[in-house]
């Protein structure tokens, strides 16, 4: 057997075995050193690929196929730096734990380090920000070979897959020729659905005994809290609300819980949290003795701050996927097991009828709070808090709202409040950045119908070339653009007290207009100017296919004040409420 069929033989198995394990989608960048991967790749029949040049945006892309699906998607790149634009997304990836499968091309181990073109160390090119490194052998056709990429293959997704779920980086050094014998790959694929090798993997549970525990601690909490962030699977919800109610505990979700918008019932779920947070008279009143964390950390700094004091609280943070998330450092107990099944398994032991009066004391200061903050939607002008307020009620029912971060999510979760349409709402919170997002947003709307992308104006300016996807592959996507010429969350910051270089600095105005980026991608563009104008084209924009761009101009400096102002009122409305309440 020549070069050429090991080369073949090797790779279609490997290619054949991402397939048996599920692997349905592959973003590829095109190159030289990858054409064996992308060439078998693209002729199976069981997978779709799909095209993107910059390998910053694929990769983001990926990540977003993969939080939408929640399986482990692949990447594809030839060698040098494009495996290294790979990264950012990569490290996204793994502190937000999505499965992702990276394949980087590599030149052969002869023309490493000695000045050979597109040449790095790819070795453990990540570090520790993928669960586990292969260097893939060199292609050769025997059985034992064959097997061997085949196993990898499978290892690879399961390693991805299980949780908690991350990255995975398989480096291929490959010789030349590159080009595989396509007919006789087709000998390597195998008909049925059998994967080389079964890696089964169960959830995590405590033990009777260890539940019995956690039971006795909780149902003898008078005053206790569930906080949940951002949380892995759609259906811990409905769980985690019946616990909630057999405790008679709030429930402050964060709207990346998916916990907000929904047909469960929502009496216990708190929303306005990050608002009254910010009163002290608000946190003086709640004095929890037991805090029962689920998910990621939630994005309100004001209650990470109220949640840091309450040192007399039992905190239990409970992780099916056995991490560390507790950046408060007062967790108590660190519980991993599977969120859902610890969930049933407590409430069916919680025998007590708590009182439910502390409950009622959060419900009716979330309720004040609510009414409060409706007053956002009187403003005659535009503005970021109204425009967040307006979106439950203007999307449709089951869509998808992915959110920028730095102003957009922080406006979302003060913003968005309980609803029953069933909106997913998703963003990238494992490292925070204002890049690829995007990118990451077309990756989900490649399998979401009716996607919103709500982002900031740097935020997107940092990866318009990621609009390439939309026009190429004709995605369905609504951009709502807030655009307040800069750096919109640093005028809420202690930064914006530096007058003198503020601007300079942090505001970084750009002066940008973006009307040519909808042209230079062949979207719909509009600049609204009022609310009616922006109800209107919003909802037209699900009928139109292909990429929408609203552009929302606001004002940074008043966008600051408008925010202070509703802070001021809120505070004033639940002092009246406390005092109604606790005298």
Known sequence: MNDRDALTAYAASFVDELAQNEVRHVVVSPGSRSTPLALLLVEHPDIEIHINVDE????????????????????????????????????????????????????????????APQAIDQIHLYGRHVKWFVEMALPESTDGMMRYARTVGARAVATAA??????????????????????????????????????DSGERSLSASQIEAVATTLSQAKQGMIVCGELPHPEMKEAIVALAEKLAFP?????????????????????????????????????????????????????????????????????????????????????????????????????????????????????????????????????EGKLFALLADMMPLESTL????SMPIRDLDTFFLNNGKGIKT??????????????????????????????????????????????????????????????????FLPQANEREHFETLFGTPHGLDFSHTAQLYGGKYNKVQSWDELE?????????????????????????QKHRNLWSFVSQEIKMVLDREIS
């Open 56 to 115: 910053r945006s694929a990769a983001f892309f990926a990540l977003g196929l993969a939080k939408a699906l929640k399986v482990p998607v692949g990447l594809l790149c030839t060698s040098g730096t494009a495996a290294a634009n790979y990264y950012p997304a990569v490290i996204e990836a793994f502190y937000s734990r999505v499965p992702l499968i990276v394949l980087t091309a590599d030149r052969p181990h002869e023309l490493r380090d000695v000045g």
């Open 162 to 199: 299980t949780e908690p779920a991350g990255p995975v980086h398989l480096n291929f050094p490959l010789r030349e020729p590159l080009i595989p014998d396509l007919e006789q790959a087709k000998e390597y694929r195998q008909n049925k659905m059998t994967p080389a090798v079964l890696i």
């Open 251 to 383: 429930v402050l979700a964060d709207p990346l819980s998916q916990l907000r918008s929904g047909s469960h019932d929502k009496a216990v779920v708190i929303d306005a949290y990050d608002t009254f947070l910010r009163d002290e008279a608000a946190k003086a009143a709640f004095r929890p003795e037991v805090i029962l964390r689920f998910g990621a950390m939630p994005v309100s700094k004001p209650l990470l701050l109220f949640m840091k004091k309450q040192k007399q609280a039992i905190t239990l943070v409970v992780d099916g996927g056995a991490g560390w998330r507790e950046p408060a450092g007062l967790a108590t107990n660190m519980i991993y097991s599977e969120e859902k099944d610890f969930c049933q398994r407590i409430a069916d032991k919680i025998t007590s009828f708590p009182d439910d009066e502390w409950l009622g004391l959060w419900q009716t200061v979330n309720g004040a709070t609510k009414d409060a903050l409706a007053s956002v939607r009187d403003e005659a002008e535009l503005s």
């Open 402 to 405: 992915f959110v920028g971060n």
């Open 426 to 491: 998703i963003a990238n919170r494992g490292a925070n950045g204002i890049d690829g997002v995007v990118s990451t947003a077309l990756g989900v709307s490649t399998v979401s119908k009716n996607t919103v992308l709500a982002i900031g104006d740097l935020s997107f300016f940092h990866d318009m070339n990621g609009l390439l996807a939309a026009k190429l592959q004709k995605q369905n996507i609504t951009i709502l653009l807030v655009n307040n010429d800069g750096g919109g969350i640093f005028s």
């Open 536 to 560: 209107k084209v919003f909802t037209e924009s699900f009928e139109i296919q292909g990429l929408k761009i609203i552009e929302v101009p606001t004002e940074r400096e008043s966008n600051l």
